[in-house]
T-cell receptor, first 110, second 109 residues
Framework: AQRVTQPEKLLSVFKGAPVELKCNYS??????LFWYVQYSRQRLQLLLR??SRESIKGFTADLNKGETSFHLKKPFAQEEDSAMYYC????????????FGAGTILRVKS | NAGVTQTPKFQVLKTGQSMTLQCAQD?????MYWYRQDPGMGLRLIYY???????DKGEVPNGYNVSRLNKREFSLRLESAAPSQTSVYFC????????FGQGTRLTVV
């Protein structure tokens, strides 16, 4: 079964501090992992997709298959990073659904 | 460049009333989803459709029905609304990168 765990409901950091949002997953096959961001009262939008290995808004995430983790990192938090962040997993191929973690609220304090 | 269009944006229902949330995507995606978002619960999958004509239950399907009318459209129906269904509902389609609608804020009184 697919499962995504985000252990922190809320992460509060000061502006300029490093950020790490944790995500662990369980999946028997080869997954695709994503991070989505939701700013206040807006729709979810894709932040990162692990296969593209892009860095968006200074965020990066590395898939660690040994630890089954896909943690989201940013070296220096900015106030505009305050949002809800969701980790998501999809199996590969037809019929594989997209499953989300419970989400982590990131608050960046000035 | 519409992406995923979801209607209505807001709705207030009385307990026992019925309604249908509409969702359409123009990206030719096979997979479509309905989620509900509640404080502290994240996104929970209600129903999922891998392709036209197929639907599967997600994590919280009770009290809902869905219809995948064609490849573009995936509707969610509440037959007899209950206060516990007060939530924000999101439709999405994926390839597998997901695109979301703007959400429907539903209140059942």
């Amino acid at each position: 079964a697919q499962r995504v765990t985000q252990p922190e409901k809320l992460l509060s950091v000061f502006k300029g501090a490093p950020v790490e949002l944790k995500c662990n997953y369980s999946y028997s096959g080869s997954p695709e992992l994503f991070w989505y961001v939701q700013y206040s009262r807006q729709r979810l939008q894709l932040l990162l997709r692990h296969i593209s290995r892009e860095s968006i808004k200074g965020f990066t995430a590395d898939l660690n298959k040994g630890e089954t983790s896909f943690h989201l990192k940013k070296p220096f938090a900015q106030e505009e990073d305050s949002a809800m962040y969701y980790c998501a997993l999809s199996g590969r191929g037809y019929g594989n659904k997209l499953v989300f973690g419970a989400g982590t609220i990131l608050r960046v304090k000035s | 460049n519409a992406g995923v269009t979801q209607t209505p944006k807001f709705q207030v229902l009385k307990t026992g009333q019925s309604m249908t949330l509409q969702c359409a995507q123009d990206m030719n995606h096979n997979s479509m989803y309905w989620y509900r978002q509640d404080p502290g619960m994240g996104l929970r999958l209600i129903y999922y459709s891998a392709s036209e004509g197929t639907t599967d239950k997600g994590e919280v399907p009770n009290g809902y029905n869905v219809s995948r009318l064609n490849k573009r459209e995936f509707s969610l129906r509440l037959e007899s609304a209950a206060p516990s269904q007060t939530s924000v509902y999101f439709c999405a389609s994926s390839e597998p990168k997901a695109f979301f609608g703007q959400g429907t804020r539903l209140t059942v009184v």
